[in-house]
Nanobody
Framework: QVQLVESGGGLVQPGESLILSCGDS????????MNWYRQAPGKERELVAS????????HYADSVKGRFTISRDNAKSTVYLQMDSLKPEDTAMYYC??????????WGQGTQVTVSS
């Protein structure tokens, strides 16, 4: 069973950067669109960024556009989320997933990002 594992979260100050990583070698990684989601306390999970299987096309939520960059390394079965100019409102649990696994509500543990001075 595929179990995506996220890492790289932490506590940072506003304006700082973090890079998140996620992958699972058991996944047919190179065939899947990969998405990053986040869920803040008391809020619904939201799609933050997505990247097509070849990495040629990316999409971002308006709230992170220009600050976050999604990328992937298919040889390593890993997707990344570079987060720059972090704001307190970026504080959330971050998850990566494929659209298919998200549809059946199968999620990893996530990685916590806290932005606070």
């Amino acid at each position: 069973q595929v179990q995506l594992v996220e890492s790289g979260g932490g506590l940072v100050q506003p304006g700082e950067s973090l890079i998140l990583s996620c992958g699972d070698s058991r996944l047919a990684f190179s065939r899947n669109q990969m998405n990053w989601y986040r869920q803040a306390p008391g809020k619904e999970r939201e799609l933050v960024a997505s990247i097509t299987p070849t990495g040629r096309v990316t999409h971002y939520a308006d709230s992170v556009k220009g600050r976050f960059t999604i990328s992937r390394d298919n040889a390593k079965s890993t997707v990344y989320l570079q987060m720059d100019s972090l704001k307190p409102e970026d504080t959330a649990m971050y998850y990566c997933n494929t659209p298919g696994l998200a549809y059946v509500d199968s999620w990893g543990q996530g990685t916590q990002v806290t932005v606070s001075s």
